[in-house]
């Protein structure tokens, strides 16, 4: 079980971090701290509020991100890890393409001549996000956010490629039903 769950978490963070990659070539990953950190283009720290198409991918990747702690917060808790596991690599799966573009375009826009060299990192640096989940759960437990999280996942939410060629609208942002636990908010993105 241990390795199993091992290695789902692996192919959480290969798959996020080799986003905008080319899937036949080699990644070599190393630890944020051996790699010197990316510049930030000079007054493009933070979200864009005044580009809306940069500021939707900005969004969208916070929830992605968001969404890839909990699920790797869950792994941890075995009466989760196997639906945690399967519902996420089903969404990832649908959402690939999307994620790919978000971290491409992102990554041309907060750094510009160098964004071949940006990683998942970089990004959740510029857009100041946290690397833990547990900030934004609040008062919602980690074990209710992960029991959420197979049902939550397949709702118009997370469903990053429609968001990003129709836009953010209500529907996006879908009340939750009495009793049912939401998701932990992405961190460093306000909950609408």
């Not at 833990?132 to 209710?144: C, D, M, R, W, Y």
């Not at 939410?157 to 998701?183: F, K, N």
């Amino acid at each position: 079980m241990f390795l199993v769950k091992r290695v789902v978490a692996c192919v959480l963070c290969v798959a996020l971090l080799a986003a905008a990659r080319a899937e036949d070539t080699p990644q070599i990953v190393t630890p944020a701290e051996a790699q010197p950190a990316l510049e930030v283009m000079p007054g493009r720290l933070g979200y864009a509020t005044d580009q809306p198409e940069v500021l939707i991918r900005q969004r969208l990747f916070g929830l992605a991100h968001g969404l890839s702690l909990l699920a790797a917060a869950c792994l941890d808790l075995p009466a989760y890890s196997q639906p945690i596991q399967d519902a996420y690599a089903a969404w990832h799966v649908k959402q690939r393409a999307t994620i790919e573009t978000i971290v491409r375009d992102l990554s041309r826009y907060y750094f510009g001549l160098r964004a071949d060299e940006a990683q998942w990192p970089d990004l959740s640096r510029a857009l100041n996000l946290k690397d833990s989940i547990e900030p934004a759960l609040g008062e919602v437990t980690l074990h209710a956010a992960c029991a959420s999280l197979p049902a939550a996942i397949v709702r118009p939410r997370y469903e990053l490629d429609r968001m990003l060629t129709e836009g953010l609208d209500p529907v996006a942002e879908e009340t939750i039903q009495p009793g049912a636990v939401s998701p932990a908010p992405t961190p460093g993105l306000p909950r609408e």
